[in-house]
């Protein structure tokens, strides 16, 4: 079964940090795109970063450039979110989403091209 498991969120101050993970089973990230979205209240779910697994490339929103870094595991089949310098506007539900390579750089932070999620973690940031 496809599945896939976000932890690391809670509640944290301006300028803190966090680590959030996402644990996938029933697949493998190689071969697929990984990408953490984010929803806040009254908004859309938005892309945050995207990691490509059949070359590597990393993407991020320019909202969160300089601060959050997206990385891999893949042994443990894990991909990570490192938030730095977090903003009370960073507060938001977290998921993790996974779909096949290959997407194009255009469309792939958008979430009606993921075909798995995540059941989201809450990331609150107090000023």
């Known amino acids: 079964e496809v599945q896939l498991v976000e932890s690391g969120g809670g509640l944290v101050q301006a300028g803190g940090s966090l680590r959030l993970s996402c644990a996938a089973s029933g697949f493998t990230f190689d071969d697929y795109a990984v990408t953490w979205f984010r929803q806040a209240p009254g908004n859309e779910r938005e892309g945050v970063s995207c990691l490509s697994n059949n070359d590597g490339t990393t993407y991020y929103a320019d909202s969160v450039k300089g601060r959050f870094t997206i990385s891999s595991d893949n042994a443990k089949n894990t991909v990570y979110l490192q938030m730095n310098s977090l903003k009370p506007e960073d507060t938001a539900i977290y998921y993790c989403?996974?779909?096949?390579?290959?997407?194009?750089?255009?469309?792939?932070?958008?979430?009606?091209?993921?075909?798995?999620w995540g059941q989201g973690t809450q990331v609150t940031v107090s000023s």
């Open positions: 989403a996974a779909v096949e390579s290959p997407l194009t750089a255009d469309t792939i932070m958008l979430k009606d091209e993921y075909d798995y």
